[in-house]
């Protein structure tokens, strides 16, 4: 289910996420950025997924986890980010990943509003 605010992980923990979906955020290593269309409260993808991971980058599973609309210099493409790895993306650019008007409008340089009703 789409988040933003605090949540609750199996341990009834309460967390905040720091990010909401429609932000702007970039990787802090690597050179991409995107626009987030949904939160996981803690890791929801496949062991095998993690260990691809390089362990010295390897992200905690106790945190949120977006999913992003992502581009690079070269290519848009969807993927899968521990909060630890974003910042804010401070360019004030709108993304340009093709499904972005599908989902969103009215970036304000900074991120994008929802369009249409919730579905979760």
Same mark, same amino acid.
């Given at each position: 289910m789409?988040?933003?605010?605090? $949540?609750?992980? %199996? +341990?009834?923990t309460? %967390?905040? #996420? %720091? =990010?909401?979906?429609?932000d702007?955020?970039?990787?802090?290593?690597?050179?991409?950025?995107?626009?987030? =269309?949904?939160?996981?409260p803690?890791f929801? +993808?496949? &062991?095998?997924?993690l260990?691809?991971?390089?362990a010295?980058l390897?992200?905690?599973?106790? /945190?949120?986890?977006?999913? !992003? !609309? #992502?581009e690079?210099?070269?290519?848009?493409?969807v *993927?899968?980010?521990?909060? /630890?790895n974003?910042l @804010?993306d &401070?360019?004030?650019?709108?993304?340009?990943?093709? $499904?972005? *008007?599908? $989902? =969103?409008?009215?970036?304000?340089? #900074?991120?994008? /509003?929802r369009?249409? @009703?919730? !579905? +979760?």
């Open positions: 789409p988040i933003s605010g605090t $949540m609750t992980d %199996r +341990n009834e309460a %967390r905040t #996420a %720091r =990010f909401k979906i429609g702007v955020v970039k990787h802090r290593v690597y050179p991409f950025r995107g626009v987030i =269309f949904d939160v996981d803690v929801a +993808n496949t &062991e095998e997924w260990q691809s991971i390089p010295d390897r992200p905690h599973k106790d /945190q949120p986890f977006y999913h !992003l !609309l #992502a690079n210099a070269e290519t848009t493409y *993927a899968y980010v521990s909060e /630890q974003l @804010p &401070e360019t004030g650019k709108p993304c340009r990943h093709p $499904m972005v *008007a599908e $989902m =969103f409008q009215d970036f304000d340089g #900074a991120g994008y /509003q369009k249409g @009703p919730l !579905l +979760n």
